[in-house]
Every structure is written in C-alpha cells, then in structure tokens.
C-alpha cells in the first residue's frame, strides 16, 4: 500500500475494519477559504486586547529549542498547543519501545512523524511503516499502537481534540490519567467507519513533496476537524504589513510547517520565518497572515482547525 491509504465505508461494513486503496489524485480538489464569499460587510465580533499565549502556548515553537530542551533524552513528551478544542505535543519514543494499545472515544487523533522509523498498527488496516513525513490519522474507536523499529528515537507531533483521555482494551493496564478512575465497561456504538475518505496515512515526501508541483488538498476532514496540506512555490515578495490578513472570531489555528520556509504576520508580533518542523500559533481572534517566504523555492504548512470550514473575516477593500 504506497501513496494515500483510504478508508472505505462499504468495505468496512462488510468486513467491520478499515480497507485500503491508493487513488492519490482524488485527493488533489482545492480548497478555497476565500470563496464564496459571504454577501456584502458585516460587523465580528474581536476580542479588544488580544488573546493571550499562556504557557505551553507560544505563536512560535522552534524544534531546535524543544530538541535543546531534551537534549540526551530518549523518552519524552513535550506540550506544545493547549486551547479549548485541540491538544498538541511533540513525542519521543526510544528504540525498541512501543506504546500500549488504545483507542480514543469520539474523536480521531492524528500524527506527523519527524524522525526516525514507526510501525503503526491500526485495528482493521494493513500495519505499515511511518518514517519523516508521514502523516497519520487513527479514526475514533480503532484500537492503535505504535513501535519504535528504528535505531534512534522516533519524534512525532500529536494533535489530539482537547483533553480527550485514551480508553484500553480489556487486556491492557491503563495508565493513570490525574482526576480520573478507569472503570471496566462494554459500549455501543463500535469502531469509526469513515465513509468521507479520509487518509490514513499521506506519505508526504514521496506523494506531495514532488519537484514544484504546488498542493492544495485535504488530509482529514470531519465534523470536528479540519487539516489541509498546502504547498506552493515562493512568494515574489513579503506583503507590505498593512495586509494584515484574516482573524477568526471563535477559533485558534496552528500550523505545522512541513518544508521550506513559511513567513507569519501575527498580530502583535513582526514578520518572522518558520523552519520545518516548527509549530506556529494565531492565538484566537488575532488578525495572522501565512504565505510562503521567497527565500526557499518550494514551502509547505499544515494549518490544523476544529471545525470545517472555519470563518476568515478580512478587513474590506475600500
């Protein structure tokens, strides 16, 4: 199984699992935030001072400072986004170890793996073998594992709907989660059969990151999450910061940045770059503009949203 793995709806229904094919280019339909628009000016509603970063928020984590950080160390998990809809880490598993079995109740949890070698194993899907660049998405109620088959740690960031406690198979000895009392239970209804095609996995590197075609597609897409993988060449030029952008009135957004170099505009701060890898915020209701810097050829971001498709209110042109 190369490229895009899917899940098929029909063919979970017959065999009760998730099946595979590779159809990549279907996935290739764009993604417009700015169309249609909606009918004239409106009044939205922002906040008047900005919302704060508190801690481990920040608008801009560098992966060289969180490798600093855990320097020497194998194992560790590094909190990098906490908001009111969705969790985020970096994770570091040592080799040989893997993680027990479990599965999330109600909301599918996704990964970006950044070094070196997983074998993730998903209930009802062919096991593979995730290297930099994948990206994984584990439908809600699949039991799941991952194994560190490499020589050297395996990193990957981990985004999660916010404060979402995983459930174990019978088997298994929970591990504790602070305010909480694991109790054993039988449930209804069964495993995710996620009709709307969204991936398993995407092998970016191979399958997106090709030459300098640009991308504009969807990775998952649900109710209660939306993750799109945008690629594009470089910009002629960084606007002018009167172009302020967009802000959403509800909902805080992040970015991982896959390659290249992404420059942000974030109200209240000034023009930066981001480096791959790298996890940058726009705290909710800060007006934040994204674009691909001229200094790399080819730059690509995930942007990683609670709600399909979120409103993005741009000041009028006048």
Not at 41 to 66: C, F, G, M, R
Not at 138 to 163: M, T
Not at 196 to 221: E, L, R, S
Not at 226 to 251: C, M
Request: proline fraction near 10%.
């Amino acid at each position: 199984m190369k490229g895009l793995l899917y899940l098929c709806g029909a063919l979970a229904a017959l065999g009760g699992g998730v099946a595979a094919s590779a159809q990549f280019s279907g996935r290739e339909d764009p993604m417009p935030v700015t169309q249609p628009k909606m009918p004239g000016e409106y009044w939205a509603p922002k906040p008047t001072q900005p919302t704060a970063y508190s801690a481990p928020n920040k608008v801009h984590w560098k992966l060289a400072d969180i490798r600093a950080a855990h320097r020497g160390q194998s194992d560790w998990v590094q909190p990098v986004v906490r908001n009111p809809e969705q969790d985020a880490d970096y994770v570091s598993l040592g080799a040989g170890k893997k993680t027990k079995p479990r599965f999330f109740a109600d909301d599918r949890i996704m990964f970006i793996v950044w070094d070196g070698s997983l074998r993730v194993t998903i209930d009802g899907a062919e096991p593979f073998t995730a290297t930099k660049g994948f990206m994984v998405s584990v439908p809600f109620r699949h039991v799941y594992s991952v194994e560190n088959v490499g020589q050297q740690p395996a990193v990957w960031f981990e985004v999660r709907q916010a404060g979402t406690a995983p459930l174990y198979p019978a088997g298994e000895t929970p591990d504790p989660v602070k305010g909480r009392t694991y109790v054993k239970v039988t449930g209804n209804p069964g495993p995710a059969k996620d009709r709307d095609t969204n991936p398993i996995y995407v092998d970016f590197f191979k399958t997106i990151a090709v030459g300098d075609k640009p991308y504009n597609g969807k990775f998952v897409w649900d109710d209660h999450w939306t993750s799109n993988i945008l690629r594009g060449k470089a910009a002629d030029a960084v606007p002018p910061d009167t172009n302020k952008g967009h802000f959403h009135t509800e909902w805080t957004e992040f970015w991982f940045i896959m390659e290249g170099k992404i420059g942000y505009k974030i109200e209240g701060y000034p023009y930066f770059t981001s480096e791959p890898g790298d996890v940058v915020t726009a705290a909710r209701g800060r007006w934040h503009r994204a674009g691909n810097d001229p200094s790399a050829p080819m730059s690509t971001r995930i942007p990683i949203n609670p709600r399909p498709v979120i409103l993005h209110n741009f000041e009028p042109a006048h």
